[in-house]
């Protein structure tokens, strides 16, 4: 949320076109690059993630893998497919897909102009001034409804909506689907052309308390298509995800797994002063600024400072999270996990977790003295399979 800043709404119409036609032929460049790539595979189970990082232990339990879409792992994303079961989510297109996108992104257009004026001060403003006390909250958000109802986000959605109902009907095997939860648009369109499939959950982060698209009303769970399972990755997570389904239990972390081997591989070090600094960024670029610039003022004159990007943002090869954990005695972030694994992996002295100028505080951390329990439930890889083999 925008504290204190006057939102930048300059052409926010003809972003939001531009935004979709550029998101338009990103799509059909990669089903062009991928046009050669024949499926013969009818698997029973699947992986669906942009990261096979984040669920790899079910990949090496014989899963299928359907890639999506990242802009900055492209080059990366085109030497996976040449492994074995791992296939990209532009292959479940054809050509008339295309031409019913633009035909249901012009529909939605044309019901989007209808209805804006009856959301400005039916919704946006009355909603906004009641929750955030400020008249005329629309123009606060204006630049976001355009995106999801006009740009990007809407034609991104159409697409994989489409291609995971293609993908059904491809699979008549299918059983069940594994994909990372992170509650964005995707999994609920996963959701929705999979509704005769055992739909499974994994949380891979540690989520932030007021990180929207973790946390929703009673009302909306009702209504949102959503998994028939969903593994977390501690007592933490569970109480704060305990709603969104009805079976919702503690998996343990196969993401951060590592970090008990890190423990027990290299122990816990101490530091005699401030040495060096870890800054981790995130997705949004402004605040990627404010965040750099916090660290560098603060902590300069006495440490050496090495910047992370997130990972959808960096386009080189970055050191490995474990030896830049080694080596850092202060981890600066805003709302990444990697604050929270820093603390469990026990060898930084502090992780600091500013408010920036801009946003409000999304970090994860509740209190730095928190158990590493209260986090991770720490399982071994086998069982965390096997518990999801046997839902």
Known sequence: MVKGLKPDNRFVALKAFYNAIRKYFSFVYRWWCFLTLEINADPKKIIVSPN???LIPLYNAGYVWILLPQKATWERDLEKVKSS????LESFLVVKDYFIIAYQY???LWQF???LAYMKRAWFNVFGDWVFGRENCYKYFKREVWESFAGGVLIEGLFYHRAFKNMRGKFTNLEKVCYNYEGQAWEKALCLAMPDVKKVGVLCNVTAENLTSFQYHDNEVKLMPKPDHLGVIGKTSYYRLKNVCEDVFVLGSMRQSYLKEWKEKYGSNTYDGLKNVLVVCGVNDRLNEELVAYAADKYFDNS???VRQHPSKCT???PSLEKQLLKA????TFESSVGVEALAFGNVIKVDCPELPSFVSMCPLEEEGKRLEDYFAFQPID???RWINDL
Do not use: E, H, T, W
């Open 304 to 306: 050496s400072m090495y």
């Open 329 to 332: 005695s202060i981890v600066v």
């Open 113 to 115: 102009f209808c209805s």
């Open 52 to 54: 096979g990082d984040f």
């Open 383 to 385: 069982r965390m399979v």
């Open 85 to 88: 079961n791992v296939l990209p």
């Open 316 to 318: 080189y090869k970055q």
């Open 106 to 108: 012009f529909a939605v």
